[in-house]
Each structure stands twice: as C-alpha cells, then as structure tokens.
C-alpha cells in the first residue's frame, strides 16, 4: 500500500536527479523521472527505504505534443505548353 497520495503539482524538479522529488519519512526523496510519468508510472520510490507514494497527475500533460500544421491548399503553378 502507498505511504501517500501525492499531487505532482506538490513535488519538486530536481534538475540534477531530472526528476520530480517528495521528502520522504527517512529523510531522502520519493523520486519519478518525466520519462516514468510519460509512460503512465504513478508510483515514486525512495531509494533509501520501502515506502512509495502514488503520484497524481494528468498523463496528458507529460505526453510528447507534435505541432500540428495549418493545412495549406497547394499553390497552382501556370505551364505554358508549346
């Protein structure tokens, strides 16, 4: 069972670990990478015991976005045919 439920908007990015950190009971921090959370992962461990929280997030907000572009109707060229 999960320590806690955590909201990501509670947790901190840690540019050097790249993740996103929680302070945990021992002492270190619950730690989930983006790369975890893009691929649906909700649980963050702690690397210096047992527990674990569950991670709340929307999954779309990790989700890689391709620009869309506009539709473009294709520009006619005029042939002069001899």
Known sequence: ????????????WNDELQAYT???????????????LKLGEEI???P??????TVVYNIEDFMDK???KPFEPSKQQS???A
Do not use: N, R
């Open 1 to 12: 069972m999960s320590y806690d439920d955590v909201e990501i908007e509670d947790m901190e």
């Open 22 to 36: 929680y302070p945990c009971p021992c002492g270190d921090l619950f730690q989930i990478t983006k790369e975890d």
């Open 44 to 46: 963050a461990h702690c």
């Open 48 to 53: 210096s015991c047992t527990l674990y929280i």
């Open 66 to 68: 391709k620009p869309t």
């Open 79 to 81: 042939i002069t045919v």
